[in-house]
């Protein structure tokens, strides 16, 4: 049971957009940035937004982020069957003195 | 380019202690603004925080691991150390190691990720 709860999954078709959402409470989302990351088969994670909505370099503006109170949320724009990954939320949690991480959702692109 | 990679046995002995090292290039793990993460992922799992250790040499651990991990630094080596104790198959993970920018908030360079089994 993750201290942060995300969907299992989301589809969409090319082209189209999703969301991706994140809840959490005010021990960690409510009072810490939200970052996201983007795990394709087989692959080590990467980082796609920090602070909330910022993204690294090299990371196209067809993803997004925001944060409102307990809750953030991923969004990501003219989908494309590359796009197809899971996606992991993760924020530090004052209360436990500890990261977290969201369960994860898997996103496919139909 | 700050790069990271992990090492250390793939199979543990139930019981036994598993203990893997991340070399750090590109980058002093002893610089200001970051610290350093282990992160674990089950076969078909999520992402599973482990621990942080800062460049002081402060650690932050998961509550769930807190009595069977130590994250320590070797800064002669540029790398820093996981160990954990007492080891069970729930532990069989794909272990990343990370670096957590400080100012960024965020996981913003990974290791590959090394496989580790627990088993007899």
């Known amino acids: 049971q993750s201290v942060l709860t995300q969907p299992p999954s989301v589809s969409a078709a090319p082209g189209q957009k999703v969301t991706i959402s994140c809840s959490g409470s005010s021990s960690n989302i409510g009072n810490n940035y939200v970052s996201w990351y983007q795990q394709l088969p087989g692959t080590a994670p990467k980082l796609l937004i920090s602070?909330?909505?910022k993204r690294p370099s090299g990371i196209p503006d067809r993803f997004s982020g925001s944060r409102s109170g307990t809750s953030a949320t991923l969004g990501i724009t003219g989908l494309q069957t590359g796009d197809e990954a899971d996606y992991y939320c993760?924020?530090?949690?004052?209360?436990?003195?500890?990261?977290?991480f969201g369960g994860g959702t898997k996103l496919t692109v139909l | 380019q700050l790069q990271l990679q992990e090492s250390g046995s793939g199979l543990v002995k139930p019981l036994q202690t598993l203990s893997l090292t991340c070399a750090v290039s590109g980058d002093s793990i002893s610089s200001g603004g970051s610290s350093w993460s282990w992160i674990r992922q089950p076969p078909g799992e999520g992402l599973d925080w482990i621990g942080n250790?800062?460049?002081?040499?402060?650690?932050y651990y998961s509550p769930s691991l807190k009595s069977r991990v130590t994250i320590s630094l070797d800064r002669s080596k540029n790398q820093f150390s996981l160990k954990l104790y007492s080891v069970t198959a729930a532990d069989t993970a794909v272990y990343y190691c990370?670096?957590?920018?400080?100012?960024?908030?965020?996981?913003?360079?990974w290791g590959q990720g090394t496989m580790v089994a627990v088993s007899s």
């Open positions: 993760a924020t530090w949690d004052h209360s436990l003195s500890a990261g977290v």
């Open positions: 990370a670096r957590w920018d400080t100012v960024k908030d965020a996981f913003d360079f």
């Open positions: 602070e909330d909505h």
């Open positions: 250790i800062y460049q002081g040499g402060s650690t």
